[in-house]
């Protein structure tokens, strides 16, 4: 009996986790539920079978609960599954591969110091547009030493707060802009680059606040700084790309309803996880780090990087600009209550604000 106990607790664990993401706050605990998913998932299906050790086929209460627990499995399968090599792929592969951007980005931590890590990195996967997150003017000195000669076009902000943003170009940049969308500490990089092919193209570079207790203990401001950025995208008239650490997964409800709103579409699908973060763990990884694209653009390769001392792996694409075949992937139109959701992010951000200014 006391096994029993035991398994039956072990699996009510499992349906509480697999119910939590849904419960409708911005508290940093209930929010970062969304991200060990894939745990989660094989969790769910251990409690199950497990249970079958102490399985009375007498008594329809295990029946009842052997039943939720594999209902709960399925349900995380499902939303693991497009990240999984069965599933179709949404950025579909290279045609014409005559015009080809590779994209790197990585976040460098930083506390890290192995500079010479993340420049070799660079340097393998032959990047064209290289964003890099958390470099201060440690890391703004040390990589101007070594690609400045290769990256003509650059944009900088260093940080001491974790916050600091680089992007280096082999490409013209037009109408550089560094923009704070939530706070005026941390920014995003805004800018057109002008391919070879003389198309010009809009590059968002976000690296928005996590939902943790030391900084800021809701999901709000995160959430907000996604749905400023996935208008952005979604009003530009030129073919967008958004990359960077968004500190979230690839299957949580805000990053689907960002990728609704904007219209962009994610690599990741059919292609794997590609679990960036946390480069240091084994067990605990998932996708927080992502390159978004429009419909204009095709893959050719998905990869991580090498680690760099970082906490997280980079992120790597080639990917090939194809505006002429863009109709074969393009995804349905975000609806009114999907565009309302995403408004409704905004505006509590807004309210938030203004609520921490009268206090």
């Not at 950025?229 to 979604?234: E, I, K, Q, V």
Request: net charge negative; proline share 5%; glycine share 2%.
């Amino acid at each position: 009996m006391k096994l029993k106990h035991f398994l039956r607790g072990f699996g009510v664990i499992a349906i509480i986790l697999t119910i939590f993401p849904f419960v409708a706050v911005d508290v940093w605990w209930v929010r970062s539920f969304d991200f060990p998913h894939l745990q989660l998932t094989f969790l769910t299906l251990i409690a199950a079978l497990t249970y079958f050790l102490a399985f009375d086929i007498r008594k329809i209460v295990d029946y009842v609960f052997v039943s939720v627990l594999f209902a709960c499995f399925f349900f995380q399968a499902v939303k693991v599954y497009p990240y999984t090599a069965f599933a179709s792929y949404e950025v579909l592969d290279t045609v014409d591969d005559s015009n080809l951007i590779n994209i790197y980005a990585a976040n460098v931590l930083q506390d890290n110091t192995e500079t010479s890590k993340v420049v070799q990195d660079i340097e393998q996967f032959k990047a064209d547009l290289v964003v890099l997150t958390e470099t201060n003017t440690f890391w703004k000195n040390q990589l101007n030493k070594k690609l400045d000669i290769d990256y003509p076009y650059k944009i900088e902000v260093p940080l001491e707060n974790t916050y600091g943003m680089i992007l280096y170009s082999k490409f013209k940049l037009v109408e550089p802009q560094v923009r704070y969308l939530i706070e005026d500490t941390i920014p995003s990089i805004d800018t057109k680059i002008v391919l070879p092919s003389k198309d010009t193209i809009q590059i968002y570079a976000i690296h928005p606040a996590p939902p943790v207790p030391q900084h800021n203990p809701s999901s709000v401001d995160r959430d907000a700084e996604m749905m400023k950025t996935a208008r952005l995208a979604r009003n530009s008239k030129y073919p967008v790309i958004v990359l960077g650490d968004f500190n979230d997964v690839a299957w949580s409800e805000t990053t689907k309803l960002f990728q609704r709103v904007s219209g962009l579409l994610d690599m990741r699908k059919g292609r794997g996880l590609f679990n960036t973060y946390n480069a240091n763990s084994y067990i605990m990884r998932w996708p927080l780090d992502h390159i978004f694209t429009d419909v204009a653009f095709r893959a050719k390769k998905v990869a991580m990087g090498n680690h760099i001392g970082s906490d997280h792996f980079p992120f790597f694409t080639t990917i090939s600009f194809e505006p002429a075949i863009a109709k074969e992937q393009k995804l349905p139109p975000a609806t009114k209550e999907e565009l309302k959701q995403a408004f409704t992010e905004i505006l509590k951000e807004e309210e938030q604000t203004q609520e921490e200014l009268h206090d």
